[in-house]
T-cell receptor
Framework: AQSVTQLGSHVSVSEGALVLLRCNYS??????LFWYVQYPNQGLQLLLK??????LVKGINGFEAEFKKSETSFHLTKPSAHMSDAAEYFC??????????????FGTGTQLKVEL | DAGVIQSPRHEVTEMGQEVTLRCKPI?????LFWYRQTMMRGLELLIY????????DSGMPEDRFSAKMPNASFSTLKIQPSEPRDSAVYFC?????????????FGPGTRLTVT
């Protein structure tokens, strides 16, 4: 079974400041991990994914995340926030199951607010 | 590719009416997922299909909800009869065959309002 915990349902940063959104996972099998972003009135869009290659994963819009097995974490970062980054962010985990399908378990989401 | 297509984008209906939501997955994807998103419950997986066959419908809230996938390019989620508590945004997502990258691609959603 897999689960994801996102710490902080709301995060507020100033424009130009570091963005750090936290995600911890639990998985009984080696995980695949994902970050999705949802802008208002839109569907979820994939930001980046970890699939057992490099532990530091780079995604779109300048975001990156680091897989840390010892900490069971997959935190999302961006060096400098932009107003356009304001959105809701979801962390998700999938187990590498054989015959189990591509089912994802999502976290509860973190709303990112960017202030001038 | 056009991505996952959902229709309608908005649906307003009265309690007791039948509602049908439609989804066209990305061509070549053999997994299809239906989710519901509300402020109170967040993003919930309702049901998913593999090669048009329902695999897990444990998230379907009750018998009023049903989903079908008659072919690889079309799926429906039906609510009959609808109730105000069904008001939510319903998303469809698809993903490529198992053993590939596992990520799901989401449609724009259908915003359902039941009055």
């Amino acid at each position: 079974a897999q689960s994801v915990t996102q710490l902080g349902s709301h995060v507020s940063v100033s424009e130009g400041a570091l963005v750090l959104l936290r995600c911890n996972y639990s998985s009984s099998v080696p995980p695949y991990l994902f970050w999705y972003v949802q802008y208002p009135n839109q569907g979820l869009q994939l930001l980046l994914k970890y699939t057992s290659a490099a532990t530091l994963v780079k995604g779109i819009n300048g975001f990156e995340a680091e897989f840390k097995k010892s900490e069971t974490s997959f935190h999302l970062t961006k060096p400098s926030a932009h107003m356009s980054d304001a959105a809701e962010y979801f962390c998700a985990v999938s187990g590498r199951l054989t015959g189990g399908g591509n089912k994802l378990t999502f976290g509860t989401g973190t709303q990112l607010k960017v202030e001038l | 590719d056009a991505g996952v297509i959902q229709s309608p984008r908005h649906e307003v209906t009265e309690m007791g009416q039948e509602v049908t939501l439609r989804c066209k997955p990305i061509s070549g994807h053999d997994y299809l997922f239906w989710y519901r998103q509300t402020m109170m419950r967040g993003l919930e997986l309702l049901i998913y299909f593999n090669n048009n066959v329902p695999i897990d419908d444990s998230g379907m809230p009750e018998d009023r909800f049903s989903a079908k996938m008659p072919n690889a390019s079309f799926s429906t989620l039906k609510i009959q009869p609808s109730e105000p508590r069904d008001s939510a945004v319903y998303f469809c997502a698809s993903s490529a065959p198992q053993g590939s990258s596992y990520e799901q691609y989401f449609g724009p959603g259908t915003r359902l309002t039941v009055t």
